[in-house]
């Protein structure tokens, strides 16, 4: 395993977030809407690092999500990993040096997740609606992720670029 | 390097990587859905579950504390212009008076449930609530009892006035509860007054739902709904709320009730594990059978 500072600052990052998902998420939950700090960190994980970011990280939050629920294990895995690639490649082509487009991907990877893991579930034989999964769970926990997701991006942003040796901070301008 | 998290390798090994994962996922998935409770990936959850209990323990201790100092502060400040030796004694006042009260309610709810242990004559024990769901899609607890305690899959799990869930998972020192709110919870009921039989199921609103009642079946508002012991899945005779709301008429096949739950998953602080109760003829503590709704298709708990 190549431990640069970028990868170390990214592992560290991982860690905070699954603390967060198990300390603090249960705790700060509005009504059915709990934040997912791990979809938030590996999403703007991918973002900020839209070349670097690669399939094992994800992968392996995923899959420590599935495990930490009683959902189907594997599931978050696919999500988290599909997700992260769309996101990246979707940073990559459509950046514009605009605050808008890492926000406007974040909340569609956000959502996209949440609503298709409700998908998986009904897939496999949860007794639930899909439109009870939208508006109860998907909805309102797509728009917490993404709080999450803002107020992690910058300071995501920093480290992770700032840990590259290749390229200097980015500074997403507000136009 | 193929473990590294920033990938910068050649493309191709990246796309393998991730086409590996891909797969890997999928299969995971599939083999969860396919395997038993028993199975591999259930208990690495449930080991899972119990390693990270400590922490969401700390969680909740904390969220707990913040919200004691938040209310002194706020206190405080109402108190802001008054002699700052009357603000000192004022607010050990309140610390005394909000542990006294913590004290007070903790004592109620273990009054309670002791009462219910009475009333129905039944064999468990206590335990409390140290984490709430990590997951916005779970409606579970995890409590400080698992199977050093006698604690197993299957077990019924009552709150201060009621059922409340039913473990799915334990290890030595801890074990997850799945509520009654949880859409993947089934629970064969009937109705105390009619004799009306029926299946109650959680939803992601959060609320009771009894259904597959038969067409004649008399609910009513005030009907108080309590677990039949069908198929084996909860204790017998066990209260499970009190019907609030009748979707249709009598007669229509499809209707179905609406029955307050006991208790949230953020209110529940304590709760009582039932080994066994009076009428119960002890095969609701099996730990097989009727965990999952999803599980058993149609008849949920109560096939």
């Given at each position: 395993m190549n431990l640069t500072r970028e990868n170390v600052v990214v592992a560290v990052g991982a860690l905070v977030a699954v603390v967060l998902q198990v300390a603090v998420a249960p705790n700060v939950a509005i009504f059915a809407a709990q934040p997912n700090f791990l979809l938030a960190y590996v999403l703007t994980v991918a973002i900020a690092n839209p070349l670097g970011a690669g399939p094992v990280l994800p992968f392996a939050l995923g899959l420590l999500f599935d495990l930490l629920g009683t959902g189907p294990v594997g599931g978050m895995a696919l999500l988290f990993t599909l997700a992260s690639l769309a996101a990246s490649r979707a940073f990559a082509v459509l950046d514009n040096d605009t605050l808008f487009m890492p926000l406007a991907i974040l909340v569609a990877a956000s959502f996209a997740v949440e609503m298709l893991y409700g998908i998986l579930l009904v897939a496999l034989g949860s007794p639930v609606g899909l439109a009870d999964a939208f508006f109860y769970r998907a909805l309102p926990c797509a728009l917490y992720d993404c709080v999450v997701a803002l107020v992690l991006y910058p300071l995501v942003v920093r480290l992770v670029s700032g840990a590259a040796q290749d390229r200097g901070p980015r500074t997403p301008r507000l136009r | 390097?193929?473990?590294?998290?920033?990938?910068?390798?050649?493309?191709?090994?990246?796309?393998?990587?991730?086409?590996?994962?891909?797969?890997?996922?999928?299969?995971?998935?599939?083999?969860?859905?396919?395997?038993?409770?028993?199975?591999?990936?259930?208990?690495?959850?449930?080991?899972?579950?119990?390693?990270?209990?400590?922490?969401?323990?700390?969680?909740?201790?904390?969220?707990?504390?913040?919200?004691?100092?938040?209310?002194?502060?706020?206190?405080?400040?109402?108190?802001?212009?008054?002699?700052?030796?009357?603000?000192?004694?004022?607010?050990e006042l309140v610390e005394q008076y909000a542990q006294m009260e913590e004290y007070r309610q903790e004592n109620e709810r273990l009054r309670q449930l002791v009462d219910l242990k009475d009333t129905y004559g039944i064999e468990g024990v206590g335990a409390r609530v140290i984490g709430n769901p990590a997951g916005a899609w779970d409606q579970t607890v995890t409590i400080d009892k698992g199977t050093d305690d006698g604690v197993g899959t299957g077990l019924t799990v009552m709150g201060t006035s009621g059922v409340v869930g039913q473990v799915v998972a334990a290890d030595a020192r801890t074990a997850t509860v799945r509520l009654l709110t949880d859409p993947k919870s089934g629970a064969a009921a009937i109705v105390q007054s009619s004799r009306a039989q029926g299946v109650v199921r959680g939803s992601l609103e959060g609320l009771l739902y009894l259904e597959d009642l038969e067409a004649d079946a008399e609910v009513s508002e005030g009907d108080v709904v309590v677990t039949s012991g069908l198929g084996g899945s909860y204790t017998r005779g066990l209260v499970i709320g009190t019907v609030v709301k009748v979707d249709a008429k009598q007669g229509d096949s499809s209707r179905r009730a609406v029955v307050s739950p006991n208790e949230s998953a953020s209110a529940?602080?304590?709760?009582?594990?039932?080994?066994?109760?009076?009428?119960?003829?002890?095969?609701?503590?099996?730990?097989?059978?009727?965990?999952?709704?999803?599980?058993?298709?149609?008849?949920?708990?109560?096939?």
């Open positions: - | 390097m193929a473990l590294n998290f920033q990938q910068r390798g050649s493309a191709l090994v990246r796309r393998v990587l991730l086409a590996f994962l891909v797969v890997v996922s999928l299969a995971m998935t599939t083999v969860y859905a396919r395997e038993g409770d028993d199975g591999t990936l259930h208990r690495a959850q449930a080991v899972v579950s119990g390693a990270v209990a400590p922490l969401k323990l700390v969680g909740a201790t904390a969220s707990s504390g913040a919200q004691t100092a938040s209310d002194a502060l706020g206190d405080l400040a109402a108190d802001a212009d008054t002699l700052s030796e009357l603000r000192a004694y004022n607010a529940l602080e304590e709760v009582l594990v039932v080994f066994s109760a009076l009428g119960d003829d002890g095969d609701g503590a099996d730990g097989n059978g009727g965990v999952d709704a999803a599980d058993d298709g149609e008849g949920g708990g109560a096939s």
